[in-house]
């Protein structure tokens, strides 16, 4: 069985005995063990005392729809949020829903994703109640030519979002990342369909650390970080309410003005803004050169001893020379 339901029951207070346990579930005291195990490997700990039961070792922050729509106040109109405690993958989900002609403004978030990915197809690791994994399905009449520098505009939404709440030190990194000073805070993911000439459908996946214990950063092969290291002693609901609440404002905007008055902004949050860095190239190639910011349509405006060139997101990994 599917260990949510059992630890949605569980307290980081009081111990709940096996058989109590078994018994509000519907189950057998073998399940509630077997659901016991597949919390630890989930990266989830409870306690176990012989004669007294079971606890979390630490509360979990649930993902709750009518906390969240409390908090978008007024904003809550522009999206549909449905919370899952266990999805294939939220991206996947909703681009089925956008082929099914899915209104604009539908959103998933879930505690664990089985299928989760970021850029690239890579892996996204989540232990649940340490990591904030949603997306959201937004339409716009433009065509996929005309929404270069969305994923820019996305990870900008993010920044500001975390501000207002009070966290300082997450950095934007061309084209897709969240990072601090050292290692990755978040990612982004943006999946396209639609029309050259529009309309378009997009699905923006956002994943944010906000607590990662030692299982899940040995699970990662590069350097990570999380928003409770830098201070925010706030909750996953609240976090989302601002993200959402930021992005109902700047993806009209970007719908109505592109991302050119979004540039200068954006280029201030740019972690390898003007320093010396390495492409990562899909063939294998690695070139050498300087990250000189941004153009007004999102491409990587890269300087090396013969010029400047400009990149667009496509396969390319930027990385610093050092």
């Known amino acids: 069985m599917s260990p949510f339901p059992l630890l949605r029951l569980l307290s980081h207070e009081d111990f709940r005995p096996g058989p109590q346990l078994a018994e509000a579930l519907g189950v ?3 399940s509630v063990s077997l659901a016991l195990k597949s919390a630890a490997e989930l990266g989830v700990e409870v306690q176990a005392v012989k004669s007294r039961g079971y606890k979390l070792t ?3 922050d649930w993902l709750d729809e009518p906390i ?8 809550a109109r522009f999206f549909d949020l449905h919370c899952f405690d266990e999805i294939d993958s939220t991206n996947i989900a909703l681009i089925a829903k956008a082929h099914a002609s899915a209104p604009s403004g539908l959103c998933y978030a879930a505690e664990r994703q089985t299928a989760g990915r970021g850029r690239r197809g890579r892996v996204w690791h989540g232990v649940p109640g340490d990591t904030l994994m949603f997306s959201l399905l937004w339409r716009f009449n433009l065509g996929m030519a005309d929404l270069s520098g969305l994923s820019l505009t996305v990870g900008l939404a993010v920044v500001r979002a975390l501000q207002k709440l009070g966290i300082h030190g997450a950095a934007l990194k061309w084209p897709n990342d969240i990072v601090t000073s050292t290692g990755k805070l978040g990612g982004i993911l943006i999946e396209l369909s639609g029309d050259t000439l529009g309309p378009s459908a997009v699905v923006i996946g956002i994943g944010l650390n906000v607590g990662l214990c030692k299982e899940a950063r040995q699970a990662v092969d590069q350097p990570v970080d999380a928003l409770r290291s830098l201070g925010y002693p706030g909750d996953r609901n609240t976090l989302l309410a601002a993200l959402l609440s930021e992005l109902a404002c700047l993806l009209p905007a970007f719908e109505r003005d592109g991302f050119a008055p979004l540039r200068q902004e954006w280029e201030s949050h740019h972690a390898m803004q003007n ?6 190239m899909p063939n294998g190639d690695v070139l050498q050169g300087t990250a000189r910011g941004v153009n007004t349509h999102g491409a990587l405006r890269f300087e090396t001893e013969n010029g400047e060139q400009q990149f667009h997101s496509g396969e390319i990994s930027l990385r610093s020379a050092i």
Do not use: F, G, I, Y
């Not at 969240?68 to 904003?75: M, T």
């Open 28 to 30: 057998s005291r073998a």
């Open 275 to 280: 320093q010396a860095v390495r492409l990562l």
């Open 68 to 75: 969240v729509a409390r908090q978008l106040a007024e904003k």
């Open 58 to 60: 630490r509360p979990l």
